[in-house]
C-alpha cells in the first residue's frame, strides 16, 4: 500500500486535491469514482519525490521546523506505546502543509508494507537526512526507537535554535545596511544633483570634495543599473565558484583567519559536528560510520577533511580526541572534553557537554559582535551623510567669502 496524490473533479464540475492511500494507482482511480469523484491525475508521493530529486525544482522539502516539529510529535507518540504506523497517521493528520503530509503518509505506506521505518524515510532524502536516518536505523536495531526519537527531536530542536540564532543575529545589519546604501544612492542620484545645479554659474573652481561628490553622482545616474547588474552577476558568480571544492577551501580557510568571523565559523562547526556525533554515539552507530556521517554536517572545508583524516587515524587505532587534535583547527576545550570522554568510558556526555558550551561561546560571542556591530554602522552611515553634506557646504562658504 502506498500514498496518492490525486486531482479529481466531482459531477458539478468542482475539482478536489488531496491524499489518499492505495495499493496501485488504478486501485486509487476506482476509490475515486466509488466516491462519484473522476479521477484526473494520480501520483505516487514516493515516485514523486525520486522525480524530483532527479529533476530542479522551486518545491521545498521538509523545512527544519517542520522536521524538529514532527520528531517531537512521533517521539511522543512512540513514547506513549501507539503502534507506528498509527503515530504517523496522526503526524500527518496534526500537519497543516500538504507536502509534509504527504511525506509521512509515504513513510507510513512502507511501514505497513513491513518494512523498517528507516527504509521508508529513505524513499525522502531531501526531508530527512543521513544522519536523521542512521540515528533511526540504529535505534530499530536496539529495540530503543522511542528514546531514539526522544533524543533526535531533542537534537533537532537544538540545531533549529541555532540556526535562529545566527539568522536573527543577521537580520538587523542587513538591514541596516539597506537603508544605509538606499539613502545614500538615493542622496547622489537625486538629491545632490538639484543642490549641484546652483553652483554651475559660478565661474570660481570647486572644492575637491564637491568635484569628487559631482563625479560620484554622475556615475551613478549614468551607469547605476549596470552597477546593479554587475553586483548581482558578481554574486551568483561568487556563489557558483564556491561550489568547486578548491575556491571553496581557499574561502572557508580565509574566513577562519578573520578575528571575529573565524570564532564563529569555528565554534559553529564544532558545535554541529560534537552534537551530531553524541547522537549517534548514543544510538549505537559505529564511530567510524559517526565520525563520517558527523563530518558531512560540517560545512568548513578544512575542518571537514580534518574530520576525515582522523577517521583514518582512528580506524588505525588511535584515540578519536588525539586525532582530531592533530589538525589544529579544533578548539583546546573541545579536544580535551573528548579525550576525557574516551578516557572514562563517557564519550556521549562529554560530547554533548563540548556541543553545549560552544553553543553558549557562540551565544556570547553573537552578543558581542552585535553590541560592537550596531554602533559601528551606525557611525559609518553617519560618517558618510556628513561627508555629502560637507561636498554640499563646501561651495556656499567659499562663495560666502568671496561675498564678503
Same mark, same amino acid.
Given at each position: 500500500?502506498?500514498?496518492?496524490?490525486?486531482?479529481?473533479?466531482?459531477?458539478?464540475?468542482?475539482? +478536489?486535491?488531496?491524499?489518499?492511500?492505495?495499493?496501485?494507482?488504478?486501485?486509487?482511480?476506482?476509490?475515486?469514482?466509488?466516491?462519484?469523484?473522476?479521477?484526473?491525475?494520480?501520483?505516487?508521493?514516493?515516485?514523486?519525490?525520486?522525480?524530483?530529486?532527479?529533476?530542479?525544482?522551486?518545491?521545498?522539502?521538509?523545512? $527544519?521546523?517542520?522536521?524538529?516539529?514532527?520528531?517531537?510529535?512521533?517521539?511522543?507518540?512512540?513514547?506513549?506505546?501507539?503502534?507506528?504506523?498509527?503515530?504517523?497517521?496522526?503526524?500527518?493528520?496534526?500537519?497543516?502543509?500538504?507536502?509534509?503530509?504527504?511525506?509521512?503518509?509515504?513513510?507510513?505506506?512502507?511501514?505497513?508494507?513491513?518494512?523498517?521505518?528507516?527504509?521508508?524515510?529513505?524513499?525522502? $532524502?531531501?526531508?530527512?537526512?543521513?544522519?536523521?536516518?542512521?540515528?533511526?536505523?540504529?535505534?530499530?536495531?536496539?529495540?530503543?526507537?522511542?528514546?531514539?526519537?526522544?533524543?533526535?527531536?531533542?537534537?533537532?530542536?537544538?540545531?533549529?535554535?541555532?540556526?535562529?540564532?545566527?539568522? +536573527?543575529?543577521?537580520?538587523?545589519?542587513?538591514?541596516?545596511?539597506?537603508?544605509?546604501?538606499?539613502?545614500?544612492?538615493?542622496?547622489?542620484?537625486?538629491?545632490?544633483?538639484?543642490?549641484?545645479?546652483?553652483?554651475?554659474?559660478?565661474?570660481?573652481?570647486?572644492?575637491?570634495?564637491?568635484?569628487?561628490?559631482?563625479?560620484?553622482?554622475?556615475?551613478?545616474?549614468?551607469?547605476?543599473?549596470?552597477?546593479?547588474?554587475?553586483?548581482?552577476?558578481?554574486?551568483?558568480?561568487?556563489?557558483?565558484?564556491?561550489?568547486?571544492?578548491?575556491?571553496?577551501?581557499?574561502?572557508?580557510?580565509?574566513?577562519?583567519?578573520?578575528?571575529?568571523?573565524?570564532?564563529?565559523?569555528?565554534?559553529?562547526?564544532?558545535?554541529?559536528?560534537?552534537?551530531?556525533?553524541?547522537?549517534?554515539?548514543?544510538?549505537?552507530?559505529?564511530?567510524?560510520?559517526?565520525?563520517?556521517?558527523?563530518?558531512?554536517?560540517?560545512?568548513?572545508?578544512? *575542518?571537514?577533511?580534518?574530520?576525515?583524516?582522523?577517521?583514518?587515524?582512528?580506524?588505525?587505532?588511535?584515540?578519536?580526541?588525539?586525532?582530531?587534535?592533530?589538525?589544529?583547527?579544533? $578548539?583546546?576545550?573541545?579536544? +580535551?572534553?573528548?579525550?576525557?570522554?574516551?578516557?572514562?568510558?563517557?564519550?556521549?556526555? *562529554?560530547?554533548?557537554?563540548?556541543?553545549?558550551?560552544?553553543?553558549?561561546?557562540?551565544?556570547?560571542?553573537?552578543?558581542?559582535?552585535?553590541?560592537?556591530?550596531?554602533?559601528?554602522?551606525?557611525?559609518?552611515?553617519?560618517?558618510?551623510?556628513?561627508?555629502?553634506?560637507?561636498?554640499?557646504?563646501?561651495?556656499?562658504?567659499?562663495?560666502?567669502?568671496?561675498?564678503?
Amino acid at each position: 500500500m502506498g500514498a496518492f496524490e490525486y486531482v479529481a473533479v466531482d459531477p458539478g464540475g468542482k475539482e +478536489h486535491k488531496g491524499l489518499i492511500e492505495g495499493d496501485t494507482a488504478r486501485t486509487v482511480r476506482q476509490t475515486l469514482r466509488d466516491r462519484e469523484l473522476l479521477p484526473l491525475k494520480v501520483t505516487e508521493v514516493a515516485a514523486r519525490e525520486k522525480k524530483e530529486r532527479s529533476t530542479f525544482t522551486f518545491k521545498r522539502s521538509v523545512s $527544519p521546523l517542520e522536521l524538529a516539529l514532527l520528531t517531537r510529535q512521533l517521539s511522543t507518540l512512540a513514547r506513549s506505546g501507539m503502534p507506528l504506523d498509527e503515530a504517523l497517521q496522526a503526524v500527518a493528520e496534526q500537519s497543516e502543509r500538504p507536502r509534509v503530509k504527504s511525506v509521512m503518509l509515504g513513510v507510513r505506506a512502507r511501514v505497513i508494507e513491513g518494512h523498517p521505518l528507516e527504509t521508508g524515510l529513505a524513499d525522502f $532524502p531531501q526531508a530527512f537526512p543521513e544522519i536523521y536516518r542512521a540515528t533511526v536505523a540504529a535505534g530499530e536495531q536496539s529495540g530503543h526507537l522511542d528514546a531514539v526519537l526522544e533524543r533526535l527531536a531533542d537534537y533537532t530542536e537544538s540545531r533549529q535554535q541555532l540556526r535562529q540564532k545566527v539568522s +536573527h543575529a543577521m537580520i538587523y545589519p542587513i538591514i541596516v545596511s539597506m537603508v544605509a546604501v538606499l539613502i545614500v544612492a538615493g542622496l547622489l542620484t537625486y538629491v545632490v544633483p538639484q543642490i549641484i545645479d546652483v553652483f554651475d554659474n559660478v565661474q570660481q573652481s570647486l572644492p575637491l570634495p564637491t568635484r569628487i561628490l559631482i563625479g560620484l553622482s554622475d556615475f551613478l545616474r549614468a551607469y547605476g543599473l549596470w552597477l546593479i547588474v554587475a553586483t548581482v552577476a558578481g554574486l551568483i558568480g561568487f556563489r557558483y565558484l564556491l561550489r568547486r571544492e578548491g575556491p571553496k577551501r581557499r574561502w572557508d580557510r580565509f574566513l577562519l583567519r578573520l578575528p571575529l568571523v573565524g570564532r564563529m565559523t569555528l565554534g559553529l562547526n564544532t558545535a554541529r559536528f560534537t552534537s551530531t556525533l553524541s547522537i549517534l554515539a548514543g544510538a549505537g552507530v559505529p564511530v567510524l560510520e559517526g565520525l563520517r556521517i558527523a563530518g558531512a554536517v560540517v560545512t568548513n572545508v578544512p *575542518m571537514r577533511e580534518a574530520v576525515q583524516e582522523a577517521a583514518v587515524r582512528v580506524r588505525e587505532g588511535a584515540p578519536i580526541g588525539k586525532s582530531l587534535g592533530a589538525s589544529k583547527l579544533f $578548539p583546546p576545550m573541545t579536544i +580535551h572534553l573528548i579525550s576525557s570522554g574516551e578516557a572514562s568510558g563517557e564519550l556521549e556526555e *562529554m560530547l554533548e557537554r563540548s556541543a553545549q558550551n560552544q553553543e553558549r561561546e557562540m551565544d556570547s560571542l553573537i552578543a558581542t559582535m552585535l553590541s560592537i556591530l550596531e554602533p559601528v554602522m551606525i557611525l559609518v552611515m553617519g560618517a558618510v551623510v556628513l561627508a555629502i553634506v560637507l561636498s554640499i557646504l563646501l561651495p556656499i562658504f567659499k562663495l560666502n567669502q568671496l561675498v564678503s
